[in-house]
């Protein structure tokens, strides 16, 4: 059934697009753009510190609390088959006409079906329920009455309990533990490169909810390599946790996994060949709450809004990343790349789609280097435990190390011994940490400038030994390459190669994204927070 809700979503969100912080999708995604409200409200309930915050908060983990809303209708048996994709018209709780889709295909006598409401920008209300402890219920069809099928005589008659019967078919928790649903039914064989890194190393496709359920019960993990032990942790260490993995496990590899579900889509001619996939990631990766601009001033709760947090932190804001303020410099060019990667998509180019796909994907690891690194410094320099740093920089450490492994599994082990989750770990080692991931960086793509150093805002200044490194991951630009491989010019590549690195760009790089025409004291607190 589940299968089917999110087909039905994708179906009927493909006739026309939104614009997303600067980006204008090609469909429809606004009940993924809403994933930020979701996120939203776990947190805030969970800052309440009471019991009834905290089971709201897991309430809207597992069941939703805006995303892809639809309805359980009891209704008199079916005179004739209704199809998935058919169209009812009723009446809202409001008094106005609420739309909706037929979610599959009902034959003769069914007494019950599930209908997926219709949502574009120009709705004026909304019906979200489902965990949300605050329900809207305004555009939910009313408890009773009679839908119209297709345009006929509202003839169909219904009733249901709003608040019991209306579901979401998006949820966090469903981010990870549905994770192939969306994309396994019609291409078993395409390439998930990042999630094969984390599914072979943890050995569970749902680890992200396994460990936000270990976080929550005060457990331990299962996972192949670098368990969490969260038997220790009192509620505040559980909760950082919580809301840490939600974006850094959770909604990180989502976006990755639609980007990769695009280009698989686009290479197998699927379907829209991707288009929608390719939306929904950049739907996931920035949120509602920004707008259709980019707007750096604008509050939010995912990726987009925890890297530009970072950059402050590190100095790697501007378009030059050397900036204490502005948009990231990760934004800048993942949002870029999001662009180039949709005109490739209408195009069929799908290895410039690739392309696009990889740096997305590479530049996203930024971000939660910074944040592992951040909250290192932060447990170092602490004059006791501060579980909330511990909790972070160990989630931030989960959806770090699977690289470092794929890289030196010595060197993550070692990194698991510094910053798991444990019941018997001290203070880290910062130093040592900063050292390991630097190691590393080259074999993870990363450019040392991208991450920065930890900045002091009051002594115009870095911390002590939290400076930037010098070199990493090197990007040259893929265009002039192409050309000059093209031309058979050995000699030309070497001479690109040697100007790349010397460049006067603090990120030593030409072109980072491919072109449309191609194939104090730190504490706890310096962690910036999502809120």
Known sequence: ???????????????????????????????????????RDMEQ?????SNDGYD???????????????SLLKIQPLEAVLTAGDQVTGVAQDGSIVKATVAENYPKGTIEIEVVYNLDETSSSFCHVGGNPRPITDGCFADSGRLAVNSGDPGLKYSYNVFTDTLNGISIQKLSTEKRTETSYWCDSCKSDDFDVFYKLYGEHDYADKWFEAARLGTSTNFFFGDADFRSFGLDGKLEAMTTATLALHIWMHVVFLLEDSVGKCRSKYGDHGINSWDKAVAYYTGSM??????????????KQLANKFCKAFKTCGPDGDAQSGEAYVNTEILRAFKNGLTALKDGRCSSVET????????MRVPLVQGLLVN??????????????????ATFLAAVVPFVYNCNPADAATLVELMGA??????????????????????????????GGIWNSNSNDYYPDSLACEGGFVRVDMFILGITLAAGGALMVCLILACTCCTSSKHSKVDNVPDEDEEGVVTEDLMPKVS
């Open 56 to 70: 709201s908060a897991i309430k809207i983990y597992q069941k939703g609390s805006h995303c892809a809303s639809y």
């Open 290 to 303: 920004e707008g259709p601009e980019s707007d750096v001033s604008q509050e939010g709760f995912l990726l």
């Open 1 to 39: 059934m589940m299968k089917s809700i999110l087909l039905l979503i994708t179906a009927t969100s493909a006739f026309a697009g939104n614009r997303i912080a600067g980006y204008d999708s090609h469909t429809l995604v606004i009940d993924q753009n809403k994933i930020d409200l979701d996120q």
């Open 356 to 363: 696009n796909k990889v740096y997305i994907a590479e530049m």
């Open 376 to 393: 290192s410094y932060a447990q170092q320099l602490a004059p006791q435990r501060s579980e909330k740093a511990e909790a972070a920089g």
């Open 45 to 49: 309930q969970l800052a309440l510190g």
């Open 422 to 451: 444990s019941s018997f770990r001290g203070n880290t080692d910062f130093p040592k940490v900063k050292a390991i991931l630097e190691q590393n960086y080259k074999c993870m793509r990363i450019n040392c400038a991208d991450i």
